[in-house]
């Protein structure tokens, strides 16, 4: 018997026009794996919490879904697990075996089973020596680890996972997904998961669904939805391509034949098939004489007298008119930097200049009037208003000149859209004093696919009317797609920096999946079109 | 090494409760003194007080000392006069004896604070609701967010140029815009946070407190001897009655009394005495590998 059987399924909300889900049907098994995927508003979050009757929302039910073939509503909270994208939100108490006690608490287990699984918990996951932590101590992965910890003492035989590592940095991502994997391998847990990271997730999963509006579109194995999507009529424009992993899309630029690679490892054996007379497209760009936009000297700086230091004797020239990504993990002080360069906090050493000016002669906020400005890692400490269009109104932002039209938004509440588009209306926000510099703070968390493409055409359309864009980030794939130089940061110094294409060849660990796959064969492909037009030069298809 | 540090936090609290009750319910002006200095002794062995902690118990001191004799005239025998008023002994007694009594139970507040952490605090609420305990440690987590939050609106509105503390009034504006987008944020996520609560459970069944801490025997032994030497130190206190108007009267030094000191002094140095003693141990069982 499946474990979840879904049947005609529609789910419209109330007051909306258009089904958010329509007649989907899906069957699930014992202990599979799944992967959900689909653009932001395709109904994925719908659809997971419509399994999980606690989190079910407002709205009309048409059709019926089975778990082990009793009708979902009779089933309680122990056998359905769910742990959704934000892991700050989701700890309840204040230490971490509290945390974890917490469920088991809540169904009145007994002490001394509680105990038991507790520290059984704890050995799996690894956590036995941050037990007695305060939550708030942890990393946000950390956090997330725990979230799904916690879900797990109650021994669910469902675990639903919304988006878990839209937040996380490719590392702590990582970390999570095999996690995950371990659990479902280990114990035979059914894993249903919604998420972005089809690097990953196409080689972990048994299988992908995808949705689009509403619609199931696509259902099979990692390989037959990536072929199918790859080879539909309308495959370069469909909104899919940018879910697919990137061993895939340079399979489908190039038009390849046989088996579709998922993998890096596959994805280079399917270069190997090419020519490489051509090793780069050389075409780098060589600017000399560039000004000064933003400079640091020997920054130091500590948060407190006698605390360690963030940032040691840290060099950093940003020229005008540029983009320059400064990657780096999580925690390894990037944000620091950004807010001691955009004069937030004061270094205890060291010089700064702006436009060739001491920052320190910018007096009485003129720095944050057409000099510099900074989009915040949490969009949310932006808004102060009711509606988004009196948040753009109250700060005279030009929205003419804006890329992107954020009219239709303008009724709506700023924390009732949707991730992306939150975060277009922060940037719009913070080029309302027209910035020479602006500086972005992981701009890219928690978007898909799509929204990061436009992001990317934002940034390099602000590039383009002169803007210098300091991009903080630790994910690399984004920093490929629109960054001039990258910066490695690392230990409170820039530890490496480089033009995009040498940076991204030159690091072996620290790269994009295009430039793994290609390392052997071809220089300065980091991206998965310039790696199909390298191949295209090459020959092209055999 | 087990330490008084690590002892069931519902028996450090009993000893607490036992200390301070005799140090602010008998007035007897030698156990007074007896509790000054193994308090003193106990936050110089175990590092509670600062230099600076001991220089406000100093002024704490001496301000309730001087205080008494010179604002209460009672008493018969006149040491000298001041601005034609008395001082007499009696008062002054009485003043040291309530100073002693004051710095005493201050140090050991400080002390109760520094064994007795939020956790500890926690489990011991827990034993009687389960959900105020959980409160508590809901309301601890939310203090630290709420500070860290704070701190990350007010760069980002500062950054975007919108604030601004020029003058009084635009730092109050700024201040206020500050607090109610901590407050929209704060409320928008708190639905994430009661949705992880009801998908763990939460209102499915009575709910039961679980505590990382166990009552051992050695935690029993513990609370009874602090129950004895309690009782034996009261009764001590009972018979020596200690008359301070209008004339001193007091037999500090008959063997109720004596006995009741020597009680209450083995009750005071009861955390020394087992961390000593386990320190000992320590050493002993490490010259033996």
Known sequence: MAHIDIQNLSFTYPNADEKALSDICLSIGHGAFVTLMGATGSGKSTLLRLLKPELRQNGTLAGKIKYDGMDIENNGTRTVGYVAQNPEEQIVTDKVWHELAFTLENLGAKQRDIARRVAEIAAYFDMDAWLERDTATLSGGEKQLLNLAAVMTADPELLLLDEPTAQLDPIAASRFLSTVYRLNRETGVTVLICEHRSEELFAL?????????????????????ATSAATAVDAPDSPFMGFLPTAARIFHAVNGRGELPL???????FVENFDNTVRSLNDEAVIENREEALSLKNICFCYERNGADILRDLDMTVYR???FALLGANGAGKSTAAAVAAGLRKPYSGTMKLFKKPLKSYTNGSLYRGNISLMPQDVESVFIHETVGEELKYCEAVIDSFPYDLRPLYSRHPYDISGGERQLVALCKALSSKPGVLI??????????????LLRDIILKLKGDGVTVLLITHDVEFAALCADRCALFSQGRIAAVDTTQRFMSGNRFYTTAASRITRCRYDGAYTAERAAALIRRNGGAL | MKCFEQLNPFAVAVYYLCVLGLIMFSMNPLLLAIALLTSVLSAVLTGTANGRAHLFSAIVFLVAAVLNPLFVHKGVTVLFYLNDRPFTLEAAVYGLSAACMLTAALYRLRELSRVLSSDKVLYLFGRFSPKLALLLSMTIRYVHLLRVRYRKIQDSQKALGLYDDGNLIDAVRGRARVLSILITWTLENGIVTAESMESRGWGTARRTSYAVYRVHAYDALFMFVCAALTALTAVGVYHSEVVFYPVLDMDLLSPWGIAGAGAFTLLSVLPLTINGTEAIRWRISISKI
């Open chain 1, 205 to 225: 999963s048994d299988r992908v669904v995808v949705l689009d509006r509403g619609r199931l579109v696509y259902d099979g194995t990692p390989r037959e939805v």
């Open chain 1, 440 to 453: 972005m703070d992981e701009p890219s968390k928690g978007l898909d696919a799509n929204a990061k493409a």
């Open chain 1, 321 to 323: 008119g540029e983009v």
């Open chain 1, 263 to 269: 993998t890096i490892r596959e994805g280079q054996r």
